[in-house]
């Protein structure tokens, strides 16, 4: 069993770090067109998949003996054998053969698109849970059998041939364009993430958070924000962010006197906000970029306002509840120069990656400048030298980290492969807006019901693509613009990570804190309001600026920074002191003229805010929390 392991171990090792060389030259040259290159990946991937997560774990079996064990992983080689000899099939395939073009696929084409699609699936099992097979299942359950449904449900029932041939021997199904971005993209931007940790560059951004944080009230907590806002999009996981940042942060927020619940949910906001944060927006904007065709520059600036907005709102509420609780400010913190004297070289590759894509160049090509530039960065000083060793494992941890993203758009392809071809998106639309009554903001409350839903058992990447199918042209019917549209669904698929019953970024930050898992999620839901309020303002107003029109830009942030402040204050009834009951009921007010504007009344809730803070700032200094009710 050990030499088996070791073995083993030997060969991911091997295949991993090949994996990142294969895509980094891929990146380089684009050698290989899409339609070889990323059945190429996906094979890898599978095989990868196989090795990294064994069929028996060896924990649960320790008492069976190791014969049990053996035939799992002998059973794991089987499979690894199957997808090399799929994808060995899909790849070499002849699209422009006769027989082919008369007669459709042979058998053992036919058996090997088969097998290549239940592999996937079985490997979607592994890595990301059953909900996202199930799901997948079903779509594919409709196209066969969709003959049978009643009434305007019902559709075409394709056979065998025809779904093969549509979701394995075509663009259109598994490796359509979500595959096609988490295979360069996406895998470059994640080893650029694992670069970053080998190197000693992501706890260099943790100091700097926490020197410039940490000598104000809640200050280990507003690190904890800052230092995700920088580090979220690059690990490219809400989850994995709020282990990794949190490990750190969490433990000195409870030190301080925040309650364990609040640290987790305190983290699993601010890590969720990361994967919305410019220049890298998590793997689901390269993926917007692809579907609306418009510039990643574009989507980038056009994302900058709202994401600072989100990081205000997160910043309020951990302000509030520092004041609530009267935390002391932190008496020793590190002075900024002294980190920016230790790590100011690593700034260069993110102030790199971002002038490369506002000039306009290819994602992919600016990832693989990115990880060039932190190799050589790091090599600049001595103490951040990285040794040959260190680069292979952060090779290798690149493409491990990349596995469960490359599977899920893999089999969420399935399902964007069975929407184009039924024809069901239709349905959805009109199912929506019938029970909507028309409403655009009983439109929005239904989808976001949907995203939380679907984002409880699929990773954000794959919940925002099997939406963005189905619901953009909803609100595209309701007149959004196309990005605007985008953008609200890949706002809303973030919420599952902070939302109760089932918030995994807040449960995993429970994990950290030995915090109870559903206190911290209401937590975190508290303080990621701006996941809910902001795509609604985006829809109401001109928040996503495609125009250049500043003034109206300019209004609708103090529009949202309005409805958020009077958000706080009536959830929490406190801002720098406890708020009396009329302060209360007016910041209440306040929040539908806000949001709905009627007769241009936003200005006037907007003056409203302005006049409950102004009389919290002054009565805040003469009036402790105690005696204030």
Not at 572 to 590: A, C, I, K, N, P
Request: proline share 4%.
């Amino acid at each position: 069993m050990s030499r088996l392991n070791q073995g083993l171990g030997y060969l991911l090792l091997a295949l991993a770090v090949m994996l990142s060389v294969f895509q980094i030259w891929q990146g380089v040259t684009s050698t290989i067109s899409a339609t070889y290159f990323r059945p190429a990946h996906l094979t890898w991937v599978m095989v990868l998949i196989f090795l990294h997560y064994p069929l028996i774990k060896d924990a649960r079996n320790e008492q069976k003996g190791t014969p049990i064990i053996v035939a799992g992983r002998l059973v794991d080689l089987g499979l690894c054998a199957l997808a090399v000899f799929a994808g060995y099939q899909i790849i070499q395939f002849d699209y422009n053969d006769i027989n082919y073009l008369l007669f459709g696929l042979t058998k053992l084409d036919l058996t090997a698109g088969a097998v290549f699609a239940l592999l996937l699936l079985e490997a979607c099992r592994r890595t990301v849970g059953w909900v996202m097979v199930i799901i997948a299942v079903i779509f594919l359950a409709y196209s066969a059998f969709g003959d049978l449904l009643p009434g305007t449900l019902a559709t075409k029932a394709y056979t065998l041939q025809e779904l093969v041939q549509f979701q394995i021997f075509s663009s259109n199904g598994i490796f359509g364009s979500a595959l096609g971005i988490a295979a360069t993209t996406v895998f470059i931007f994640v080893l650029f993430g694992a670069f970053l940790e080998v190197t000693g560059a992501g706890k260099f951004f943790i100091d700097l958070a926490f020197a410039i944080a940490g000598k104000y009230r809640g200050g280990p907590a507003k690190a904890a924000v800052i230092a995700s806002a920088g580090l979220g999009s690059i690990s490219g996981s809400a989850i994995a962010n709020t282990v990794t940042t949190g490990s750190i942060t969490i433990p000195m927020m409870k030190r301080l006197g925040y309650k364990p619940e609040q640290a987790a949910g305190i983290e699993a906001a601010a890590s969720t906000g990361g994967q919305i944060m410019p220049p890298i927006m998590g793997a689901g904007a390269f993926v917007m970029a692809q579907f609306t065709g418009v510039p990643y520059s574009d989507i980038m600036i056009a994302s900058i306002v709202p994401a600072l907005l989100y990081f205000f709102c997160t910043l309020l509420y951990v302000h509030i509840m520092a004041c609530k609780l009267d935390l002391q400010t932190v008496s020793r913190t590190e002075a900024v120069l002294k980190v920016m004297k230790q790590g100011a070289h690593f700034l260069i590759p993110l102030v790199l990656i971002t002038a490369l894509l506002m000039m306009g160049y290819s994602p992919l090509l600016v990832g693989v400048a990115g990880c060039a530039a932190i190799l050589v960065t790091a090599a600049l000083r001595k103490h951040s030298r990285v040794s040959i060793p260190k680069v292979i494992e952060g090779m290798k941890a690149g493409a491990l980290l990349a596995l469960p993203i490359s599977v899920a758009c893999g089999a969420a392809g399935i399902i964007v492969g069975v929407v184009g071809q039924t024809g069901i998106g239709l349905q959805f639309t009109q199912f929506v807006m019938a029970l909507s009554g028309g409403y655009l903001f009983t439109a929005l409350l239904l989808i976001s019901l949907v995203a939380l839903i679907l984002g409880m058992g699929l990773p954000v990447t794959a919940a925002y693509i099997v939406l963005a199918v189905i619901a953009v042209p909803l609100l595209g019917d309701f007149g959004l613009p196309l990005l605007t549209s985008h953008l609200i669904i890949f706002w809303l698929s973030q919420t599952s990570n902070v939302t109760p019953p089932i918030a995994l970024a807040a449960f995993a930050g429970a994990g950290v804190a030995n915090a109870n898992p559903m206190k911290a999620s209401v937590e975190a839901f508290k303080l990621a309001a701006g996941l809910f309020v902001i795509p609604i303002m985006m829809a109401y107003t001109g928040l996503i600026n495609t125009t250049g029109d500043l003034l109206g830009l300019a209004i609708a942030t103090l529009q949202t920074v309005a409805i958020i402040m009077a958000m706080a204050m009536t959830i929490e009834g406190y801002l720098l002191r406890r708020l009396y009951v009329w302060e209360r009921l007016m910041s209440l007010t306040s929040l539908p003229v806000l949001l709905f504007n009627p007769y241009g009344g936003a200005l006037l809730g907007a003056l409203v805010v302005m006049v409950l803070v102004a009389l919290q700032w002054r009565m805040g200094a003469k009036q402790s929390p105690q005696t204030t009710g």
